[in-house]
Nanobody, 124 residues
Framework: QVQLVESGGGLVQAGGSLRLSCVAS????????MGWFRQAPGKEREFVAA????????VYADSVKGRFTISRDNAKNTVYLQMNSLKPEDTASYYC?????????????????WGQGTQVTVSS
């Protein structure tokens, strides 16, 4: 069982930056693919970024490519999402997800564990 706790959300003006963190419980964090997803009111949860166990492979949604960076620190059981050049359309609840896989998935259905989410609001 893995428990995920996100933090770092908040209110920021368009063009600003935020860094989200997700701390995972358990001793096998380094074996998990980690992903970030987001869900805006009235919309389905969508993929944002994912990273493999070593950090050597990352995948991004086209909408965030070049602005967001996912990274992980296995010694701290933590995955990060650095978000730069934020836009109002990035406003959503952001969720951390984990799966014991060697393949980096982008589908919500492939992730076994989820955090409770952290709210990001970008004002125009």
């Amino acid at each position: 069982q893995v428990q995920l706790v996100e933090s770092g959300g908040g209110l920021v003006q368009a063009g600003g930056s935020l860094r989200l963190s997700c701390v995972a419980s358990g001793r096998t964090f380094s074996r998990y693919v980690m992903g970030w997803f987001r869900q805006a009111p009235g919309k389905e949860r969508e993929f944002v970024a994912a990273i493999n166990w070593s950090g050597g492979s990352t995948v991004y949604a086209d909408s965030v490519k070049g602005r967001f960076t996912i990274s992980r620190d296995n010694a701290k059981n933590t995955v990060y999402l650095q978000m730069n050049s934020l836009k109002p359309e990035d406003t959503a609840s952001y969720y951390c997800a984990a799966d014991p896989s060697i393949v980096v998935f982008t589908s919500t259905s492939r992730y076994h564990y989820w955090g409770q989410g952290t709210q990001v609001t970008v004002s125009s």
